[in-house]
């Protein structure tokens, strides 16, 4: 059994601020009860039960003292060394992401621990109790704040776990909505890396430094045990980054976690990519299908209203600015643009077709038998008129085509042959477009 004198000496250093009457009345409280356990004939390590609260504890760390000091001073021993706090960080869910207003919400748990010098006692003078929980204003706290939060929930669990050797341990919980800079290039094949960055600016390193408990891979493997959502998006990674951010001449520790996630691409598929793809293989159907060239323009305009439906429901999901505008949208505009270029082909073929029936028509008046035409001319047609419309007679009597019937025969061989340059044009530049989206999808 140590001396009163050592006895006082010990809780004048691990007291919480009470002053030297409170240390030294401490002091002798912790005497007393080292001479009862020698006049009871108590083992060590044990106390009377009357001593064996938690409020005793709270007692001797002087913290039920209206000396609130103790909570705002930082518990630094040797000015030299800078306090330490260890952080760790548990991603439970990821919430949303909205690609609109660039923000991603967590759920997440942050632990803190930290080492208080003058918060300590001995567990044998109190039955062996070793920790306690306090209310986090009981003692001083890191002040620590997410630089990239833009709302969010406080934690309602304001409580901390003190040892008896002074290190204190908080968990809390935190909702919040964080800035992040989304790369949608490849949406909805995308991945996306986002910063959860902690701080503190109130202590310069000199004073106040963070570092992590654990590894990358420990956090990783944690997270994805406690991921309650199964949503939208899937947690891949967490790299984490210790460094120093310079302001006003002075470093300030920074601890930033870069959190990757994969998007699920399955409801887009299904809801935007597939269909429009199944609008196009149905237009390219009606384009070499054997309808008139009426028909297949009045299917393809309402093909191209149809797809037009689904490039509306794309921007509601599409943030309003990018550097690079996403490849579905090029897929979408692409897709808009060949069926655009369909419906040209059709119309062209149907003029040329429409031209070519004027010109037969005209063509087949003047290959009309020459003995129903009019004997006599009327009188207000030139001299030279009705000859014309005879056909040689050197081709009646050897039965060979005129010139008029070869130019028709010429014109209907080109129609078929224009008609299929268009559409296996149509074709493979068709291919081509999709071959280079799918490669930058996947690259």
């Given amino acids: 059994m140590s001396s009163p004198a050592e006895r006082q000496q010990q809780p004048a250093a691990a007291g919480g601020g009470g002053g030297d009457a409170a240390a ?98 001995d567990p044998r003078d109190f039955c062996n109790i070793s920790e306690i929980v306090l209310p986090m204003d009981t003692y001083w706290s890191p002040p620590i704040f997410i630089l990239e939060r833009v709302n969010g929930q406080n934690p309602e669990l304001n409580y901390m776990v003190l040892m008896h050797n ?17 790369v949608i290039f490849k949406f909805p094949f995308d991945t996306q890396m986002c910063n959860l960055s902690i701080a503190s600016f109130l202590y310069p390193v000199t004073d106040f430094v963070m570092k992590t408990r654990r590894t990358p891979a420990e956090v990783i493997r944690d997270s994805k045990n406690l991921i309650l959502t199964d949503g939208e998006w899937k947690f891949t990674n967490v790299s984490i980054i210790e460094f120093t951010e310079m302001m006003d001449d002075k470093e300030f520790s920074v601890v930033t976690y870069v959190i990757s996630m994969d998007r699920r691409p399955t409801l887009y598929i299904l809801n ?107 009188d207000n047609l030139a001299k030279g008129g009705p000859q014309l419309l005879h056909p040689p007679k050197k081709a009646q009597g050897q039965g060979q085509p005129t010139k008029h019937l070869w130019q028709l025969q010429e014109l209907d061989q080109f129609l078929p042959v224009l008609e299929k340059v268009l559409l296996f044009s149509h074709l493979f530049l068709s291919l081509f477009f999709f071959t280079v989206i799918f490669v930058k999808w996947s690259s």
């Fill in 272 to 378: 935007l990519i597939l269909p429009t793809c199944a609008l196009y293989l149905l237009d390219m159907a009606v384009l070499f299908g054997p309808s008139s060239l009426e028909e297949k323009i009045n299917f393809q305009i309402a093909i191209i209203l149809g797809s037009s439906m689904l490039a509306v429901i794309l921007n509601n999901s599409l943030p309003t600015s990018s550097n690079k505008p996403p490849i579905i949208v090029v897929f979408f505009l692409g897709t808009f643009l060949l069926m655009i270029m369909a419906v040209l082909d059709t119309s062209f073929l149907l003029y040329q077709q429409r031209k070519s029936r004027r010109l037969d028509k005209v063509l087949r008046s003047f290959q009309q038998d020459p003995h129903e035409l009019p004997k006599a001319p009327p």
């Fill in 24 to 121: 030294l009345k401490r002091g002798e409280r912790t005497w007393k009860r080292g001479k009862q356990r020698q006049n009871g004939g108590l083992t060590p390590g044990a106390a009377p039960k009357y001593l064996c609260t938690y409020y005793d504890v709270v007692d001797y760390l002087n913290i039920s003292s209206h000396d609130k000091l103790h909570t705002y001073i930082l518990p630094k021993i040797n000015l030299k060394e800078p306090v330490e706090v260890k952080v760790d960080f548990f991603l439970v869910s990821i919430l949303s992401v909205v690609e609109k207003l660039q923000t991603v919400s967590f759920y997440f748990v942050l632990n803190l621990e930290w080492q208080n010098p003058f918060a300590t006692w």
């Fill in 166 to 182: 002074g290190t204190f341990n908080s968990t809390r919980p935190y909702q919040v909505t964080l800035t992040c800079s989304l």
